[in-house]
């Protein structure tokens, strides 16, 4: 259910990332890369059950989110945002738009000949018929990510929330800290006590005492 919950980021991710690719969005492209960067962190994070990683990605979306509604607002021109400075797009490398300008729903696509605003190597068309219009399918693309960010944002807290929970639990009832049980040790030790006993040994008619060690024995008393 954990990885479910962010393979529907990952899946979006990947659509928008195609689409960004057939339009030369190098911007988008390059932030959609980072994107699907941070949704397999946090798969990894969620699966390993590494409390960081989802972190990371939670600070991950709070940008990502910024950065979708830039686009809203770009493609909507709120404020003293346009669309002719498309250049931001593509960082000036190219005259390209969305890929949805000319393969939105419905859209007629007609080349303007001999049109006096075409550049070298470069056409002019013009689009009509269409049922929704690039900016709008642009914006409506952003709200959607922002809307799975915002999911995954509470998502991520969540998990990593119990993650360190169980982790503080585990170290309080011992964890990788605990001692291992140690069974009392004697402090008792053997002290040798040599003992001697003198054999009397009769010869030459007289009793007397052996001179040699005959039966050394020893004692083990505890202390």
């Not at 999911?151 to 009832?173: H, N, P, Q, R, T």
Request: charged content about 10%.
């Amino acid at each position: 259910g954990s990885c479910l919950s962010l393979s529907l980021p990952q899946v979006a991710a990947l659509q928008r990332q195609i689409f960004d690719f057939l339009g030369y969005q190098w911007a988008p492209i390059l932030a959609n890369f980072l994107h699907i960067m941070a949704v397999i962190l946090g798969i990894f994070g969620t699966v390993q059950y590494r409390s960081r990683y989802l972190i990371l990605y939670a600070a991950w979306l709070v940008l990502w989110v910024g950065w979708n509604a830039f686009i809203i607002c770009f493609y909507l021109e709120v404020g003293q945002l346009s669309q002719d400075r498309d250049f931001i797009m593509t960082f000036n490398t190219s005259l390209h738009r969305s890929w949805w300008m000319e393969n939105g729903p419905g859209c007629l696509v007609t080349p303007v000949l001999n049109s006096r605003l075409a550049l070298e190597d470069h056409h002019v068309i013009s689009v009509t018929g269409c049922l929704l219009d690039y900016p709008y399918i642009e914006a409506l693309s952003s709200a959607l990510q922002i809307f799975l960010a915002l999911f995954g944002f509470v998502f991520a807290c969540y998990v990593s929330k119990v993650f360190l929970e169980e982790e503080d639990s585990f170290d309080f009832i011992g964890g990788f800290d605990s001692y291992g049980y140690q069974a009392p040790q004697k402090t008792s030790h053997l002290q040798l006590q040599p003992l001697y006993t003198w054999v009397p040994v009769h010869g030459g008619g007289e009793v007397g005492v052996a001179s040699t060690l005959l039966l050394p024995a020893y004692l083990g008393n505890w202390s």
